[in-house]
């Protein structure tokens, strides 16, 4: 571990580079005419994905940074829904043609908050208005604590192969200090439940940073996830924001570690992981050999996006539901957050767009570099600047900082081609960032990057 490191920059607040540039740049000049006429640019025979945004949880986990809130009653939910299927149609309907789909993701949220009924009418809508290919990947985000055996079900008749349910920390101290209860028994329970429907793929989210948590209670969680063989982990660290999430209010400050705990923390976490015989991806996720995650590592095809690392390979994502992104080839845009407003919109027969990004020649450049040292710890600066057809010194944005990285064993230099050194990986956000034109005014809206 080197504690050196995470003493010196672990307090830096960067983005998590899971698009470029980063959401705080989206603006509203990019409308809903913008994002009709890129629908109509999108290359048909080209297959693409689609996320699904569910902003409902049945309790308030305090940690939280995502765009959810708490219902009780279903209506809600199920009028929701009922938007989530006309908005699919109608950027389906812009587009014109039946494009094939790879990859489905529905987030949240818990997007199993829905009933059974209404999971599998919108999944239908989904194959009625899209080409979903028969090898494509049908995930889902899940609380085990809600997870009920008609829903399971519902999902394995619908397609689901892939299952990510959200652990975070199994220490009671830790899950009473951030609202989220949930014993290990109902997590095997959840797990046994997905296997016999069919959904063999499990994914386990772990988060780090939290209050009251430890090294060793760390230790004891990845321990008892061990025991139930999940094929990935998604590791990351908690980014206390209050002033953004006011719910994060009733997490004092005082009780998050330092630093210098939260990579002792994260590091432990991926030791024990590593020991258990899963590979470590970029440097926040973990898979078994045989995964496709870990195959794609292998054959350079990893990739990154908001749902982090990925072997994802298309280059448009369709986001659907209040708050939700899509990736254009030509740029980002992004609906309306509100779900009041959300709604109003699509049922006047409008795309919910409010704000997004066109991407220059130079944001692409960057994207490029930024993704590879993200997914390979590693990027030939000449190889990639003659794709870009620009000059390998236009580059660095901030000289001095890679001239300090380079100094303090974070990264190596030859003959352009940069890569991030051994043990240092924990740092691909600060490698990254010296890239990142756009980095300097939004620093206040990203997470501790240790």
């Known amino acids: 571990m080197r504690l050196d490191l995470a003493r010196q920059y672990g307090q830096d607040r960067l983005p998590r580079y899971t698009s470029y540039p980063t959401a705080p740049h989206f603006a509203p000049t990019i409308g809903d005419t913008d994002y009709r006429r890129w629908l109509r640019s999108i290359p048909v025979r080209t297959p693409a994905s689609i996320y699904l945004h569910v902003p409902f949880c049945r309790s308030m986990c305090w940690y939280c940074g995502c765009h959810t809130s708490i219902t009780k009653p279903d209506d809600p939910i199920a009028i929701y ?17 039946r494009l094939p789909i790879s990859h489905i993701h529905f987030g949240g949220g818990t997007p199993t908050v829905m009933t059974p009924e209404t999971f599998a009418d919108l999944v239908g809508v989904l194959r009625y208005s899209y080409f979903v290919l028969p090898t494509a990947e049908v995930a889902v985000e899940i609380d085990p604590r809600t997870l009920t055996e008609p829903m399971t079900e519902a999902m394995g008749y619908s397609g689901v192969n892939r299952a990510s349910l959200g652990v975070q920390s199994f220490d009671p101290a830790v899950q009473r200090a951030i609202n989220r209860l949930q014993s290990f028994e109902q997590t095997a329970r959840s797990v046994e439940r997905l296997r016999r429907a069919g959904i063999a793929r499990i994914n386990f989210d772990l988060l780090y940073g939290l209050p009251a948590q430890t090294v060793q209670s760390c230790v004891d969680t990845v321990a008892k996830c061990i025991e139930l063989r999940p094929d990935r982990f998604s590791v990351f660290g908690y980014a206390h924001i209050p002033s953004f999430k006011k719910h994060q209010r009733k997490i004092a400050e005082a009780s998050l570690p330092d630093s210098i705990e939260r990579h002792l923390q994260s590091e432990t976490i991926a030791d024990a992981l590593v020991d258990a015989g899963y590979e470590r991806i970029g440097f926040d996720h973990f898979a078994l050999p045989g995964d496709s995650l870990t195959e794609a590592k292998r054959e350079g095809r990893l990739r990154r996006n908001f749902q982090g690392y990925t072997d994802d390979s298309a280059d448009t994502l369709i986001g659907l539901g209040a708050s939700a992104i899509s990736r254009m080839p030509r740029g980002f845009v992004q609906n309306v957050a509100a779900t009041r407003d959300y709604l109003a919109r699509i049922a006047e027969d409008r795309l919910a767009t409010v704000k997004g990004y066109a991407f220059t020649a130079d944001d692409l450049f960057r994207a490029d570099i930024i993704e590879r040292i993200m997914c390979n710890m590693a990027v030939d600066l000449p190889k990639v600047s003659r794709l870009h057809g620009r000059n390998p010194e236009s580059a660095v944005v901030d000289r001095s900082r890679i001239d ?26 600060h490698v990254a960032s010296v890239f990142d034109a756009h980095l300097a005014p939004s620093l206040a809206t990203h997470s501790p990057a240790v």
């Open 81 to 97: 829904a009922s938007g989530l299927r006309t908005e699919a149609h109608l950027i389906a309907e812009t587009i014109g043609q």
């Open 404 to 429: 300090s990285l380079i100094a303090d064993g974070v990264v190596t230099m030859v003959a352009d081609r940069l890569s991030v050194s051994d043990g240092a990986e924990f740092l691909a956000r």
